[in-house]
């Protein structure tokens, strides 16, 4: 067990606010910034995902969006490698592309073999209405692919298309994620990875509905047992009552092997998080989703992590209850059935997020966020989970 003096440096750590970003030393530097827009042929970089290689290395992905801020149009998945726990990072590399469409949504994570696996989606010149309305073409409306790298991000795969078995006919808007996916450590399913997503689903036959009514958004999970070269989905939830809708979601391992799922609600109950738990791997919940009354924040993606001390998970997300504003961690003591407010990121405009350990000592947050806009940049905030053990000096 570990001593409780260190279990509690991180909640010391959070009760203040972050120190303002500075330049440092290899590997202990506190901020960064991968992606800034208007830079490197893109007008916005949005939708956060970071992952730990196998070589320890980061990647850092994002969406490159070519020629605007909106959601659709030409959208690049981006990324850029950091060999020093996120002081540093290499060159922009287009991972995916779709023409002049939309390849988005990254959602990273290491396989037990030591590869990459990345899964995105696709979809033509088309809004989100449009694909819920169900007025486009099966190959304008979400598709989903996946590809890998053995090298840790130098190269990937061809993209290969996993509709057809990762979404349901009936299904019309697809989103994994985004941020990073989760690899089971624990248990029977060790090994296995865990895709969070939600879908929306074609109104009934008769029905006076078009499709884009939030009662119609629904969360599910894929899952992969043989390092994502075959996919399945897990559970499904689809609440239709209007008041809880599941939409972007992160999941997380905690310590026994249980998944913890949390969820943007994009429905109209006046919480704005949802959660639930597997304890089968993500075949199953154990409940529906749920209102999660103590994570306050707008309608916004955000990001979980169980770290490697079991008493620490967090969450990433704006805390604004009306606005997306106040890039916050929260922490929870009880497997994610209560939350607590910690460590304030910058009191400042702020939207998606993604969180990773790139050591045993650090959680790293990576999140968009700028002076007046949310939009401006993508920036990689170094946090210490406890201290670093001090040199053992050769007696005199």
Known sequence: MLPRTITLALAATILSVVPAPRASAHGSCTSSAPFVSGTEGYHTFRIPAVVRAANNSLLAFAEGRRDSPGDSGAIHTVAKTSHDGGCTWGELRVVDSNGEATAGNPTPVAARNGDLVLLTVHNGPVSEKAIM????????????????????????????????????????????????????????????????????????AGSADVGTEAKYYGGHDLYSDDNGRTWHIGFTDDPTDGVLAPNETTATELSDGTVYFSSRNQGSAPENRLDAYSTDGGRTLTRPYQVQPTLSGPKVEGSALQTTNRRVLLYSGPSDPAVRRTMQLRTSSDRGRTWQPSTVLAD???????????????????????????????????????????????PA
């Open 133 to 204: 309305s169900g007025t486009v073409s099966p190959q304008d409306s979400r598709r989903v692919f996946v590809r890998r790298s053995p090298d840790n991000g130098r190269t990937w795969t061809p993209a290969r298309d996993l509709t057809a078995t990762a979404k349901l006919p009936s299904w019309r808007w697809y989103a994994t994620a985004p941020g990073h996916a989760t690899l089971l450590h624990h248990g029977r399913h060790a090994g296995r990875i865990i895709v969070p997503a939600n879908h929306s689903s074609a109104p009934p």
């Open 348 to 394: 400042a405009p702020a939207g998606y997020s993604d969180l990773v350990q790139p050591d045993p000592f650090t959680v790293g947050v990576l999140f968009e966020t700028g002076v007046t806009s949310a939009y401006e940049k993508i920036e990689f905030r170094r946090l210490p989970l406890y201290p670093r053990p001090s040199p053992v000096k050769s």
